[in-house]
């Protein structure tokens, strides 16, 4: 079935470094590819999304880029802030069905 | 952006009560709303996924009977837990779709259950 696997956190960062959080999938057919965050205390938010191979997704710099061959859709960032931290789930959706997400990234970025 | 609320924010209930869960589209029609549950430092589950006017379809594993979902207008669903036990505690996140996004969820807050 379908799956997403997301790398395990915690993801503890100085302000400014450059962010990495892997994700790999598992479908059959072209799945739309997620990336939603949990800031503390606030719902889930979609962040970047990307519907076919090939697609960048991008928001506030963050950047993902649906890749088929390697089935991933690795988050990333140049200059990560302490208003970053949060908890960054990679999800997919296969047919306009529900989202299967991964297990979640914990990011913490201090000054 | 999209709006989905989600009343109570946090329950806390008596073993054996029911607890009523609305989940609702503010500024949208949601012809498709999902039913998650999240459990402390895991991922969300989904648990059913209710169209407008239809009967919910439940995840393996999801028993029908103690979690009720009616999703009677296309802006209003409800989650009933039934008889509620202390491993029903958990969060309860509910998710639409509108008619004109199709490939993207809007999220409510979530609801805290607590049952003692």
């Known amino acids: 079935g379908n799956s997403v696997t997301q790398m395990e956190g915690p993801v503890t960062l100085s302000e400014e470094a450059f962010l990495t959080i892997n994700c790999t999938y598992t479908?059959?057919?072209?799945?739309?590819l997620f990336w939603y965050v949990q800031y503390p205390g606030e719902c889930l938010q979609l962040l970047l999304k990307a519907t076919k191979a090939d697609d960048k997704g991008s928001n506030k710099g963050f950047e993902a880029t649906y890749r088929k061959e390697t089935t991933s859709f690795h988050l990333e960032k140049g200059s990560v802030q302490v208003s970053d931290s949060a908890v960054y789930f990679c999800?997919?959706?296969?047919?306009?069905?529900?989202?299967?997400f991964g297990k979640g990234t914990t990011l913490s970025v201090s000054s | 952006g999209a709006v989905v609320s989600q009343h109570p924010s946090w329950v806390i209930c008596k073993s054996g009560t029911s607890v009523k869960i609305e989940c609702r589209s503010l500024?949208?029609?949601?012809?498709?709303m999902f039913w998650y549950r999240q459990f402390p430092k895991q991922s969300l589950m989904l648990m059913a996924t209710s169209n407008e006017g239809s009967k919910a379809t439940y995840e393996q594993g999801v028993e029908k009977d103690k979690f009720l979902i009616n999703h009677a207008s296309l802006t209003l669903s409800t989650l009933t837990v039934t008889s509620a036990h202390p491993e029903d505690s958990s969060f309860y996140i509910c998710s639409a779709k509108s008619r004109w996004e199709t490939d993207t969820q809007y999220f409510g807050p979530g609801t805290r259950l607590t049952v003692l």
């Open positions: 500024d949208f029609q949601a012809t498709t």
């Open positions: 479908a059959t057919g072209y799945p739309s």
């Open positions: 999800a997919l959706d296969q047919a306009g069905t529900a989202l299967i």
